[in-house]
């Protein structure tokens, strides 16, 4: 007898998950994904990007997995690094990340300002002490390419994708699930279920009165053309939060916080305001030559947001025995689908992480109060 998984969503995680699983034998495996166009999907809205600049341990091996997939696939990776601003206050915390991250095997470098304009001329830098840039193992890449080919890996190897919305989970006494109701009147029903949902798992793991913090902040990206050229540009994270990267010949890409509250679920609409008000002005200041710029087209997509501790939660959940999380990667995840899906695959055919060991991202570290904070959200 074959085990039954039901993974609920099939963005890049849920795929990823059952790109890896479909390999192992022993397993019956469905996605349920209400909508194939993946119109509201982060992985089909996001920036598309790969950073070793992380400040946990694990997000850094686990963007070492994905570049290496990436790599590997061609995936129309650019890799010209991020580079991360500081001002004199936010230098010390630079230095010690970047000692945190080398420690762990990235290549990345401090820059004073005045290597800073050596190597990119058309940056301001009078108000910087410092930069941190990755020379190598981080950029950009085709994010809509890596989720349809993680979702052809999968259905390749057997797995079945079927179209409809879960509605609710529902649990017995001892706590296990034992079904999902779905908007086409039937009752899906499996022993093992992945939680794989974004932004939208909160809300679904509530139906089963089950408390996991992960919710949609929207973010909003706005394109732009400009006859700067900015030879060479990274990924650029300047100290205002602005964030900017080239897309394509003479376009570039920026997003940033938000202006407003941040509230949950608000409606998937650019941000009214943020780009004229906030960011056009950070852009002007840090590459004037972006003063002249062009808006193009902009959209908005949701960070499913882990509001404990901003950090995947991958792993069996104690509350509910035959459910297993991963979501909440708060605006890191397609770069790190790759070896989540890798993991929890490994852990559900051999009870164990095999490759990589996904432990910190337990679930379970809610209730002991054992927050793996990641810092750098951007
Ligand atoms: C603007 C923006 C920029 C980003 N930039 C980056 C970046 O540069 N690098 C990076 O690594 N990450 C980035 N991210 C984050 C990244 O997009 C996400 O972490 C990742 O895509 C999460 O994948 P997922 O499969 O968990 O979620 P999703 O892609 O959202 O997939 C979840 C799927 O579940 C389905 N679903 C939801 N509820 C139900 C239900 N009840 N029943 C059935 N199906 C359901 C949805 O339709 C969806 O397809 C960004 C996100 C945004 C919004």
């Known amino acids: 007898m074959k085990t039954r998984v039901l993974i609920l969503g099939g963005g ?18 469905f996605v349920l994904e209400r909508d194939p166009s993946y119109a509201q999907a982060s992985s089909a809205l996001s920036a598309a990007s790969i950073r070793q600049q992380f400040s946990t341990p694990l997000n850094i091996a686990l963007s070492q997995y994905g570049l290496q997939v990436l790599r590997a696939a061609g995936a129309g990776l650019v890799e010209r690094g991020y580079l991360y601003l500081a001002s004199p206050a936010g230098a ?3 230095r010690e990340l970047h000692a945190l991250q080398t420690a762990h095997g990235a290549d990345i470098a401090l ?41 052809r890996q999968a259905q390749a190897l057997g797995v ?16 296990a699930l034992i079904g999902v109701e779905t908007d086409t009147d039937q009752q899906l029903h499996a022993d093992l279920y992945v939680l794989a949902c974004g932004a939208w798992s909160g809300a679904l793991a509530a139906t089963a009165g089950l408390a996991v913090p992960v919710s949609g902040k929207r973010r909003s990206v706005y394109a732009f053309r400009t006859p700067e050229p900015a030879a060479d540009c990274p990924l650029v994270i300047d100290p205002s939060g602005l964030w900017f990267r080239p897309e394509g010949e003479g376009q570039f890409i920026c997003g940033g916080p938000p202006l407003g509250e941040d509230a949950d679920g608000l409606p998937l609409d650019p941000e009214p305001g943020l780009f004229e008000e906030r960011l056009w002005p950070a852009l002007a200041a840090r590459v004037p030559g972006f003063e002249s710029l062009r808006p193009q087209r902009a959209w908005a997509g949701y960070y499913e947001m ?49 490759s990589l060991d996904l432990s ?15 810092l750098n959200v951007i």
């Not at 050596?118 to 009078?126: F, S, V």
């Not at 079945?160 to 706590?175: F, I």
């Open 12 to 29: 890049a995680i849920g795929s990823a998950i059952a790109a890896h699983l479909g390999a192992e034998p022993g397993f019956e495996i």
């Open 160 to 175: 079945q994708y079927l179209k409809g919305e879960a509605l609710a989970l529902r649990r017995d006494a001892s706590g």
């Open 306 to 354: 882990n509001a404990f501790d901003h950090n995947g939660l991958v792993g069996p959940l104690d509350a509910c025995p035959n459910l297993l999380l991963a979501c909440g990667f708060s605006g890191h995840g397609l770069q790190h689908a790759p070896g989540v899906g890798r993991g929890l695959a490994e852990w559900i055919a051999h009870g164990e992480y095999r």
């Open 360 to 374: 910190p991202l337990t679930p379970n570290r809610i209730a002991a109060d054992r927050p793996y904070l990641e």
């Open 111 to 151: 820059l004073s300002p005045t290597q800073l304009s050596e190597r990119w001329p058309w940056l301001a830098t009078q108000d910087l002490a410092l930069g941190s840039w990755g020379r190598s193992g981080e950029g950009w890449f085709d994010g809509w390419g890596l989720l349809q080919a993680l979702k």
């Open 92 to 94: 010390p915390d630079l």
